[in-house]
């Protein structure tokens, strides 16, 4: 099965930038979404197809997708950035929908 | 404004069953594939189940095939997951999510969750 790979934590100071990784097998040929967990809340979706923002979504949060890493970039880190980071894609092999593992994204 | 509200979660014995609902609003339901995930207490994000907008493809994560189905109402815009067989690795937040417009754009609305503890 297809599997994501994503650091544990990153920290980062305010106002500064933060980028969360995703590796996979070729996920570059795949489209990658992304979503801001915060405690005791349902996952929020950020990023769809690698780099398109829904609609809300400050334009600090950017998306790229290469190779075999996909990223997200948060700009101008804000102290409400504080919170889990989920990449997740679907694999058309297994018809399986697959998440990274998580970063927790911690605000200094 | 797009609702997902679940219910049905409960502290069951393991090898028992529960049926979990999502009631969906604000969008027109039959026009959209529905998702379940589910996070166990301080773990990550599992894909479940997913269910096509009129029912006729679903496909399950490994873990739970065989022991869980996915279905749903578009008359009465809800969508269901029968779980049976419970263990202890079944304990967990149990999520549904709007599969997003257009093909593979992501989940992009979520419920808050029902929790489901498996428990002797």
């Known amino acids: 099965s297809y599997v994501l790979t994503q650091p544990p934590s990153v920290s980062v100071a305010p106002g500064k930038t933060a980028g969360i990784t995703c590796g996979g097998d070729n996920i570059g040929i795949k489209s990658v979404h992304w979503y801001q967990q915060k405690p005791g809340q349902a996952p929020v979706l950020v990023m769809f197809?690698?780099?398109d923002r829904p609609s809300g979504i400050p334009e600090r949060f950017s998306g790229s997708n290469s190779g075999n890493t996909a990223t997200l970039t948060i700009s101008r880190v804000e102290v409400g950035d504080e919170a889990d980071y989920f990449c997740q894609v679907w694999d058309n092999d297994s018809d399986h929908y697959v998440f990274g593992t998580g970063t927790k994204v911690t605000v200094l | 404004q797009v609702q997902l509200v679940e219910s049905g979660g409960d502290v069951v014995q393991p090898g028992r069953s529960l049926r979990l609902s999502c009631a969906a609003s604000?969008?027109?339901?039959?026009?959209?594939?529905m998702h379940w995930v589910r996070q166990a207490p301080g773990k990550g994000l599992e894909w479940v189940a997913v269910i096509s907008s009129d029912a006729t493809n679903e496909f399950y994560a490994d873990s739970v095939k065989g022991r869980f189905t996915i279905s749903r109402d578009n008359f009465q815009n809800t969508l269901y997951l029968e779980v049976k067989s419970l263990t202890i690795e079944d304990t967990a937040v149990y999520y549904c999510?709007?599969?997003?417009?257009?093909?593979?754009?992501?989940?992009?609305?979520w419920g808050q969750g029902t929790l489901v503890t498996v428990s002797s």
């Open positions: 197809q690698d780099s």
């Open positions: 604000g969008f027109t339901f039959s026009t959209y594939g």
């Open positions: 999510a709007r599969d997003g417009h257009g093909s593979n754009t992501g989940f992009d609305y």
